[in-house]
T-cell receptor, first 113, second 112 residues
Framework: KAGVTQTPRYLIKTRGQQVTLSCSPISGHRSVSWYQQTPGQGLQFLFEYFSETQRNKGNFPGRFSGRQFSNSRSEMNVSTLELGDSALYLC????????????FGPGTRLTVL | TQLLEQSPQFLSIQEGENLTVYCNSSSVFSSLQWYRQEPGEGPVLLVT?????EVKKLKRLTFQFGDARKDSSLHITAAQPGDTGLYLCAGALTGGGNKLTFGTGTQLKVEL
């Protein structure tokens, strides 16, 4: 079974631009969560989508948004990029909310200049 | 507020040594997971523990969930260079859906 895929793997943007990242979960998984990983803050939860609905949200500004499609694929968008948004953005998929086992993709490395 | 504290933060040992990584919190978790992450890659799930006092073994790795479900430990026996990586614990709070709170991480380096 194929794992979680994320595209693109690397992105370079400038301040003020916006960016869209994509995540395809493991086949059959309906929950997709997004995390931001930085050296200073570690891994922080952004939001979770289940059946096209946002189910949980972390403490990030409204510039961070997401959505999920009927095939469970998910996108996250960051508008008005800031230098501090440079990070590894990770997507994780899981079957449901059972034991919360999540399987991560390789991430998208975003650099904001 | 960091809900999950890991210790030690860094660990550099020789091949064949044993080590233990600790994950502590004042919160009760419904489940706790351990991951290992390589540079530039996503975390890979090693184990999930859900019952207080539970012990799980994965080859040379032994995971334990505290009786009160507030803490966990990872013990590696006879470490090998292939064990090198960032070890992360992550807890799920009751009613929190799939939101995971990650620990601060333990960077392990095993040298020949």
């Amino acid at each position: 079974k194929a794992g979680v895929t994320q595209t693109p793997r690397y992105l370079i943007k400038t301040r003020g631009q916006q960016v869209t990242l994509s995540c395809s979960p493991i086949s059959g998984h309906r929950s997709v969560s997004w995390y931001q990983q930085t050296p200073g803050q570690g891994l922080q939860f952004l939001f979770e989508y289940f059946s096209e609905t946002q189910r949980n949200k972390g403490n990030f500004p409204g510039r961070f948004s997401g959505r999920q499609f009927s095939n469970s694929r998910s996108e996250m968008n960051v508008s008005t990029l800031e230098l501090g948004d440079s990070a590894l953005y990770l997507c994780a998929s899981s079957l449901t909310g059972g034991y919360n086992e999540q399987f991560f993709g390789p991430g998208t490395r975003l650099t904001v200049l | 507020t960091q809900l999950l504290e890991q210790s030690p933060q860094f660990l550099s040992i020789q091949e064949g040594e044993n080590l233990t990584v600790y994950c502590n919190s004042s919160s009760v978790f419904s489940s706790l997971q351990w991951y290992r992450q390589e540079p530039g890659e996503g975390p890979v799930l090693l184990v999930t523990v859900v019952t207080g006092g539970e012990v799980k073994k994965l080859k040379r790795l032994t995971f334990q969930f505290g009786d009160a479900r507030k803490d966990s430990s990872l013990h590696i026996t006879a470490a090998q260079p292939g064990d090198t990586g960032l070890y992360l614990c992550a807890g799920a709070l009751t009613g929190g859906g799939n939101k995971l709170t990650f620990g601060t991480g333990t960077q392990l380096k095993v040298e020949l």
